[in-house]
C-alpha cells in the first residue's frame, strides 16, 4: 500500500472527523432526550457544516468521503445498534454529493442539496419503518389520517396533502440550512485564528484503530448467517403470521441473539423502545381494517400490531449482531486488499485526531446558546487541522 495521503482525502479526513465529533457531543445528547424530530435537526446541522466545509475546500466529492470516514467512525462507536446512523450519515453525503455532481458546486446547487440531504432523512426514515414494521404500516397510517380528518371536519385533505406539506417543509429547511452553511463558510474564510497549537498526528497508515477488543469474538459465518435469515424469517412472518411455522425458527434465532451479543440486551431494556412497540400496537388495533368489507375487528388489528413488534424486536436484534460481525478485522483488511487504502488513511488520521478534536470542540452548552458561533468555531478549526496534517505528514 502506498503511504501517500491524497490531498482530496486528507481533507476529508478534516470534515469527516469534525462531522463525527459533532455528532457525539450534540447526537448523543438529541437522542438520549428522546427528543422528536432528533434525526432532521442533525440533518440540519449536518448540512451547514459541510456545505461551510465547501466554502474551504471547493472539491468535487469532498462530501461523500467525508460522510463515509463519519458514518464508519460512528460504526467505531459502543452502541449496540450503529447500521442506522451510519447508513443515514452515508445517505445524506451521497445525496448531497450526487446533486452537486449534477448540478454544480455554487449557490443554486448547494441550496438543492441541502434540499436533497433533508430528503434523505425521509427516506431513511420510511425505509427503517418499513423494515421494522412491514407494508401494514400504511394501511394503519391511511386509516388514522382519516379518524383525524373526521374528527377536525377537514373534508377537502386527503393523505397526501399531509405528505406535501411535510416534504415542503423539509425542503425549505434544507434550503435554509445551505444559506447558513454558504454564510458561515464565507465569513470564516475572511477571519483568522489564534488558537493553541494542534498535536501532532499519527502516520495514518500506521494507526491502531482496528485494534478490538480481544473478549470480543468474530466469525464470518455468523455474518452470512445473519444476512441469510434476517430476510427469510421476515418473510416466514410477512407469510404466516404469528403461528408455529414463523414463531419457532424466529424464537430460536432471537434466543441465540440474546445469549451471544450481550449488548443488545441493553438496548432491549429501555422503555423508550418498549413503548413504541405498545403505541403501534393500540393503533394497529384501532385503525387496521382488512381489506374484506364488514370484516373489521379490534382483535384482527391486534394481532396485526403483535406481528409488527415480534418483528421490530426481531429486527434490532438481528442488526444488533450483524452491527458487531461487520466490524470484523478480517472483513476491513478484505476491503484494503481491493484498493481501500486511502479510505484506510483517512479514517485512521479522523480517528488518532478525534479525541483532540472533541477536547478543542464547543462544549454542549455552547451549542445551545450560539449555535451559529459554535459552527464558527468548528469551520475556523478546519483550516487548523489541514494545516497541521499538510505540515507533518507526506502529501
Wanted: glycine residues 8%.
Amino acid at each position: 500500500m502506498n503511504n501517500r495521503l491524497n490531498p482530496i482525502w486528507m481533507k476529508a479526513a478534516v470534515a469527516g472527523g469534525l462531522w463525527a465529533s459533532f455528532e457525539i457531543i450534540v447526537g448523543s445528547l438529541l437522542h438520549n432526550l428522546h427528543l422528536p424530530f432528533s434525526g432532521t435537526l442533525l440533518a440540519t446541522f449536518s448540512v451547514i457544516l459541510m456545505i461551510s466545509f465547501l466554502q474551504l475546500w471547493n472539491e468535487a466529492g469532498l462530501i461523500w468521503r467525508a460522510g463515509l470516514i463519519c458514518g464508519l467512525m460512528k460504526s467505531l462507536s459502543p452502541s449496540a445498534v450503529i447500521l442506522g446512523p451510519m447508513t443515514g450519515i452515508m445517505m445524506e453525503a451521497l445525496f448531497m454529493d450526487l446533486v452537486l455532481f449534477l448540478v454544480g458546486r455554487h449557490m443554486i446547487g448547494y441550496v438543492l442539496a441541502g434540499m436533497a440531504a433533508l430528503l434523505s432523512t425521509i427516506l431513511h426514515k420510511l425505509t427503517s419503518l418499513f423494515i421494522l414494521y412491514g407494508n401494514d404500516l400504511v394501511n394503519i397510517y391511511t386509516n388514522l389520517f382519516r379518524f383525524i380528518q373526521k374528527q377536525l371536519g377537514l373534508h377537502e385533505a386527503s393523505p397526501s396533502d399531509l405528505i406535501i406539506w411535510i416534504l415542503s417543509l423539509y425542503l425549505l429547511v434544507g434550503a435554509m440550512a445551505a444559506l447558513t452553511g454558504t454564510f458561515l463558510g464565507r465569513t470564516a474564510i475572511r477571519r483568522k485564528t489564534t488558537r493553541a497549537p494542534l498535536p501532532r498526528p499519527n502516520d495514518p497508515f500506521a494507526s491502531a484503530w482496528l485494534n478490538t477488543d480481544p473478549n470480543q469474538p468474530f466469525r464470518i459465518v455468523l455474518l452470512l448467517i445473519h444476512i441469510c435469515l434476517i430476510p427469510l424469517l421476515l418473510i416466514l412472518i410477512n407469510r404466516f403470521g404469528l403461528v408455529l411455522q414463523s414463531l419457532i425458527p424466529s424464537a430460536l434465532y432471537l434466543g441465540f441473539l440474546l445469549i451471544y451479543y450481550k449488548r443488545i440486551l441493553v438496548r432491549l431494556s429501555k422503555p423508550f423502545f418498549w413503548g413504541q412497540l405498545l403505541l403501534m400496537t393500540i393503533l394497529a388495533g384501532l385503525f387496521w381494517h382488512p381489506t374484506e368489507p364488514g370484516a373489521y375487528r379490534f382483535s384482527n388489528g391486534f394481532t396485526v400490531g403483535l406481528e409488527m413488534s415480534l418483528r421490530a424486536v426481531l429486527i434490532v436484534s438481528a442488526f444488533s449482531g450483524l452491527s458487531v460481525e461487520i466490524r470484523n478485522p478480517r472483513l476491513t483488511r478484505f476491503l484494503l486488499g481491493i484498493g481501500f487504502g486511502s479510505a484506510y488513511a483517512a479514517l485512521s488520521l479522523s480517528f488518532n485526531s478525534l479525541p483532540a478534536m472533541l477536547d478543542r470542540a464547543a462544549s454542549i452548552a455552547s451549542f445551545l446558546k450560539k449555535p451559529l458561533h459554535a459552527f464558527s468555531r468548528m469551520i475556523l478549526e478546519a483550516e487548523l487541522w489541514l494545516e497541521c496534517y499538510q505540515t507533518h505528514l507526506p502529501d
